[in-house]
Structure formats: structure tokens, C-alpha cells
């Protein structure tokens, strides 16, 4: 990058991250924000950077990160702009201009391009009073821990993308109080409240501020309370977002159209990164597992994402020129995907529909036992065929797959719970 596209770049981030902020110097989760900053036209792969985190750190003039460890866990980052002493005169110097607002940021009507994040402001108190206000669920990965219980990652990973899916049905309403020379917007969150009653975000054009042009007033209930202003100005009222599309194959697996075909190049070679230490461990020889003095186990403990994509991407290479451990691996991913069908043959719920935002498409996921068959530690993502057929696309995380099936609905599975899955890294996986 020169100089130019540095600065060019600088004003996008602080755009996106400011536009995030609660208040000057509220910290944005680090997770949340490639989607905004994809919106905005940062694209961090096309500098030859692997992750998000590695290529921002290059802005550390007008970033800074925290990352918060809580005993037992991995640590989850913060990012907010730095905030230049007047005083200090280098600093002076080198700060960013104060960056315009993005035509995302100031957009009154969103586009399949829209991000919840810059579209309008939402106070971190609101998805606490939401989460209160639904159906009792739990919002985060592994056991109780307060710096999840306060951040509610799957909730809002889940109304990111709800939003996201109601942008592309157009389902966004907006609608003008003319008494009151007022703006209002709204969507249906698709979750309910004790009494199984749609929940909706209210929004109310922000008046007090330059962007982003909507803030939300409320989740409420339509006639309570600020829901009375939802009825008095929406008819109908806003619909829940549709992964079905009416089509029976996006909900339920059936098993009577023949062999699933799996891409099993992509999973051991492409994906090498998602397959389980004990299975690689228990597939490779020694020799195979150390590359250039990193061992399986530094690469995976390693926060040096390059590090880690370096080993990960040799190591599928080395099992792909290998065929008999290919085809070992191979084979202990056959006999994981066969017993993943029996399991959906004797339950049908094994097979859990989940909706892939980035490719705007619904499938199923079946559970992979790639190390003991009563432990899950993938994810199988499968497709329908136009000829009927399913075919095995890819392998997910559990925490991904989690947070994608969600959007559908609440997984009832005795296999896909968050109890059993422990918190993604803030770096984690944004691909299929």
C-alpha cells in the first residue's frame, strides 16, 4: 500500500468504526466489524493480508485493540480510534483528517449491501433489553461467563444478518408520521416474547445527529407501549425473514435420493485449518506434522494468523501429494458423513437447516464425528441439486455453524448447542 491508499483507506476504517460507536470512545467488538468494512469497500485479501486483524494492525497510528481474557477462554478483541493528544505534535501531524460520512453511513434506504451497523445506531443497552424481552435463550458460546453474558455475540451476529436477508427481500418498511412531520423504519427481529409475540426494531430518523440517519427507538411489541407507534403508522406489519422459500428440501434431508457426494479435496486440503488436533494427529506421521520447526500444536496455539495460514496451507499440500494419507483421511471422513446420515435417518432433526449470508442460499448441516463418534466436531454443510441430489459443500466450526442455523431459527438438536461450543476468536473464520 503507498501513501495514498493508506490515507485513502484510514478515513474508510475510522468511518465505519466511528459509525459503530455508541459514544467517542466506546470499544466495537472486533468481531463485528468485517461486514461494515466489507460494505465500505475495505477489503483487507486484496493486500495479500489472510485476516482481518493482521491487515488493521497496520493502522495501529489510528487504531487501538484490547483484548479482554477471561480465565478458560479465548480472548476477544476491542477496537476503537485513538484519540490524538493536541499536545503532542507528531501526533498532530500524522493524524487522519476527520473522516466525511459514507454514503453507507448517511442511507435511509438500505440495499442488499446495507450493514445493521452503519444503517443506524443502536445502543449496546438495547440488545440487553432485547435478549430480556425475547423468549429466554441463551446469547453466547460455552459456559456463564460476564464478559459474554454482556457482549451477546449470537444475538447480535443474529440481527446483523436477519437484517442483512430482509434487505434482499426488501422486507425494510419505512414509513412518515405526517402530523408530526416524522420518520420511522422497521423490520420483524423473528424472535417472540414470552407470549410468542412477533418482536420488532422501531427506528426514528436521527435528528440529533449527521449519521447514520436511523436510530432505534425500541424493540417493542406491536400495540404495547412504544409498539402503538408501530400500529399506528405500519399496515401491515413488518414480515419475518423467509429461509424456506416454501420449499420442503430447505428444511428436512431426504435420505431416499441416493449417496450424498462430498468434496473431500476441499475439506482435507482447503480446509485443512478446521479439521480437529487428534485427527490430524492421528492421520499424519510426525515428520508431515512439522513444517519449517512449527509443530501441529504451535499452529494451532499460534496468534500469528499468518503463521498459522502458512502451516495450515503447506500441510494440505504435503496430505494431497501424499495419496495414502489422503485417502486414509478420506476414509475416516466417509465413515463420519455415513454415520451422520444414519443419525438423520432415526431423527430427522439431526439435519439442521442454516442460512449462508455471504452466498445469500439456505442449506442443512449433519454432524461430523471425526475423532470419537460421541463427540461433534464439525459441521457438514449439504446442498440440494437441481437433479435432486445432495452434495457435501464444505466444513464448518461449530460456533459458525451455530450462528448461521440461528438465523433460521433456535437449532432444537441434541448435537449443534452452545453449551458444548467454546467462544470463537475474534479472528475467526468469514468464509465457507
Partial sequence: MDAQEMKNLSS?????????????????????????????????????????????????DILEFEDRIEEGKPPVCYVRPKSADPSDSDAAECAVPPAKPSAAACEKVPTEDSWLTTWAAIPSYQYKALAELALEEKWYYGTESAADRENLPILRNYLNYT???????????????????????????????????????????????????????????????????LTRLFNPLPERADYFESRIENMLYDSSTGALNCDYTHFIVE????????????????????IDGVTLGDAYDSEDFELRERYFKSLGQSICANKRIFNRMKNRLEDAVELAIKRTEWNYKTAIPTYYPAGNSGSLLLPLSLVEEDRVDLALVVIRNPSGSYQGETILPLDLAYSNS????????????????????AASDDEA
Fill in 12 to 60: 474508510k476504517i475510522l468511518s465505519v468504526i466511528k459509525g459503530m460507536q455508541v459514544d467517542e470512545n466506546a470499544w466495537v467488538n472486533f468481531a463485528l466489524v468485517g461486514g461494515p468494512l466489507a460494505s465500505a469497500g475495505v477489503q483487507y485479501k486484496e493486500y495479500g493480508y489472510l485476516k482481518l486483524r493482521a491487515f488493521l494492525n497496520e493502522f495501529s
Fill in 163 to 229: 437484517f442483512k436477508r430482509l434487505c434482499f427481500e426488501k422486507k425494510i418498511l419505512i414509513r412518515k408520521d405526517e402530523e408530526r412531520n416524522e420518520e420511522y423504519a422497521a423490520f420483524n427481529t423473528g424472535l417472540v416474547d414470552r407470549k410468542y409475540e412477533c418482536i420488532y426494531a422501531l427506528f426514528k430518523q436521527n435528528t440529533r445527529y449527521p449519521t447514520p440517519y436511523w436510530y432505534l427507538l425500541d424493540f417493542v411489541v406491536a400495540g404495547e407501549d412504544a409498539g402503538k407507534t
Fill in 271 to 290: 480446509r485443512t485449518y478446521r479439521l480437529p488436533l487428534e485427527f490430524l494427529e492421528d492421520n499424519c506421521p510426525a515428520d508431515m506434522l512439522c
Fill in 406 to 425: 440461528r438465523l433460521v431459527t433456535r437449532p432444537d438438536s441434541d448435537w449443534l448447542k452452545t453449551e458444548s461450543i467454546l467462544s470463537p476468536d
